[in-house]
């Protein structure tokens, strides 16, 4: 359960739920994306987008999820530290279920890097690699 290991909650819960997890450094979660959702009031009236750094957070949780899920980092909160190589090739609107896949790149020590991508109806719409720490609560 997505809340059981996730501090976040409403209006910043970025996945609704994990699909799958494909051993120890992979997993892919989902968000359905709804017009209800509070960043739409302002981004943008009558053009609805997803703000880019709202699909990097999603990533980020899914790679905490994926970090946190481990027996030893048990109760711990993964800190996003910084983001490199983003891009955003299509825009994300209401009605789109966004598919959020991380793969574990490193990890050393309570540091570690991911590389994330968010799909929707299997296309690509945005990437990025993630670096963070994990920290005791």
């Known amino acids: ?15 609704d739920r ?14 359905t994306v709804t017009i209800n959702e509070p960043f739409f009031q302002g981004h943008f009236p009558g053009h609805p987008i997803m703000p880019g750094v709202l699909q990097i957070e999603a990533m980020a949780q899914v790679a905490s999820i994926l970090l946190l899920r481990n027996t030893e980092n048990a109760g711990k909160l993964g800190y996003f530290m910084s983001v490199d190589k983003a891009k955003f090739r299509k825009p994300v609107v209401p009605g789109d279920t966004l598919m959020i896949q991380v793969e574990l790149t490193k990890s050393r020590g309570k540091i570690g890097k991911a590389s994330g991508q968010c799909l929707v109806n ?16």
């Open 18 to 31: 994990v699909l799958r997890f494909e051993g120890d450094n992979k997993a892919v979660g989902l968000k």
């Open 1 to 15: 359960d997505v809340m059981k290991i996730l501090p976040h909650r409403y209006p910043f819960l970025m996945v």
């Open 122 to 137: 299997g296309e690509v719409v945005s990437e990025a690699e993630l670096m963070f720490a994990v920290m005791d609560r």
